[in-house]
């Protein structure tokens, strides 16, 4: 007899009726906050869990009592959807609104003086607006299932800006790792799957530059809980994530004062791909992005990702290392 495997979804079904008008988008924003995904016309799935089944049942009592008719059910696919590709639904949503979470943190930036200082009006204003971001993040981190890409940018930069409303502190020299970089060898590092720019580079940069033993751990990424003895790099709470506007490879690079002109150029690099603010405008990013996406899309497996992008990472190091001394 073959094994029964559980569902791994809940699908909704529903049939609205044609009036009242409203009712549609009341449906609709319901599903967007539930962050549940089409898959087809007025079809829309969730991971199955006791919470997404209670959330869908409310949202089908809701159409029964407007006239119209849902059904809930649990489901595997077979054939026509994977479940890589219904992955690839929840992490393109999520993605979508972590990169709207960051461009309204960087507009509300752009705002504030230089200094610090603000009158206490527009304190006040940027105040609810962070409050808002905040809030938002909270609806958004709630509903990514999958550990999208973006997270840990949108959760720094709003990070950046609550210290933005501080008054500039007097000059301090950068804080180094508590323990020396003696104390960060032969530890495993974690990391959420999936990696893209962002992770690659820093793991390369890990076992390059800091840990030469270094083990790394491909988590999920939602709500984990380390080891004793791991650390976590570019995952939101980990011990070395964006910083600011500043990338996990970059925050590395300062934690462990790496001062090397061929560091600083990749993580120009870096910071380009992996923020797209075009801060550094590095002519090389079209084309260390398309290779990056080809490795993501060529390789599901992470240690292959890692090995490929960290061969780009080394040659690409050697370069300007060997241009600078031309």
């Known amino acids: ?94 993605k979508a609104d972590y990169t709207q979470l960051s461009e309204d943190a960087r507009r ?69 790792p508590s323990h020396g970089i003696e104390g960060y060898r032969g530890r495993t590092w974690v990391t959420r799957k999936g990696i893209h720019v962002d992770r690659m580079a820093s793991a390369w940069l890990i076992r390059r530059f800091i840990d030469s033993d270094a083990d790394f751990r491909f988590v999920t990424g939602k709500d984990y809980r380390p080891d004793p003895g791991e650390l976590r790099f570019d995952m939101f709470d980990g011990e070395f994530t964006h910083e600011g506007d500043r990338c996990t490879f970059e925050v590395l690079i300062e934690k462990f004062a790496l001062d090397d002109r061929a560091l600083a150029h990749v993580a120009q690099i870096v910071h380009d791909i992996d923020l797209k603010d075009s801060k550094f405008e590095r002519v090389e990013v079209p084309g260390i992005d398309r290779l990056v996406a080809g490795i993501a899309m060529a390789h599901r497996d992470d240690e292959e990702r890692l090995a490929r992008g960290s061969a780009v990472f080394e040659d690409l190091y050697e370069y300007f290392r060997r241009k600078q001394s031309d």
């Open 108 to 176: 509300i930036s752009k705002a504030l003086p230089a200094s610090g200082e603000a009158d206490e009006n527009f304190r006040g204003q940027v105040e609810i607006d962070i409050a808002r971001l905040k809030r938002r993040f909270a609806e958004v981190g709630a509903i990514d299932f999958f550990g999208a890409q973006g997270r840990e940018t949108a959760a720094g930069l709003i990070a950046g800006l609550e210290a933005g409303l501080r008054p500039t502190p007097v000059a301090e020299p950068t804080a180094q």
């Open 1 to 94: 007899m073959d094994d029964v495997v559980e569902p791994r979804w809940l699908v909704l079904i529903h049939r609205l009726p044609p009036k009242p008008d409203y009712l549609r988008v009341k449906v609709g924003r319901r599903l967007q906050r539930l962050g549940a995904v089409a898959i087809k016309n007025s079809v829309y799935v969730l991971p199955r869990s006791a919470d997404s089944l209670e959330d869908f049942q409310w949202l089908v009592r809701e159409i029964a009592q407007e006239g119209g008719d849902a059904s809930i059910c649990e489901a595997r696919f077979v054939t026509g959807l994977s479940d890589e590709q219904i992955h690839d639904l929840f992490h393109q949503a999520r």
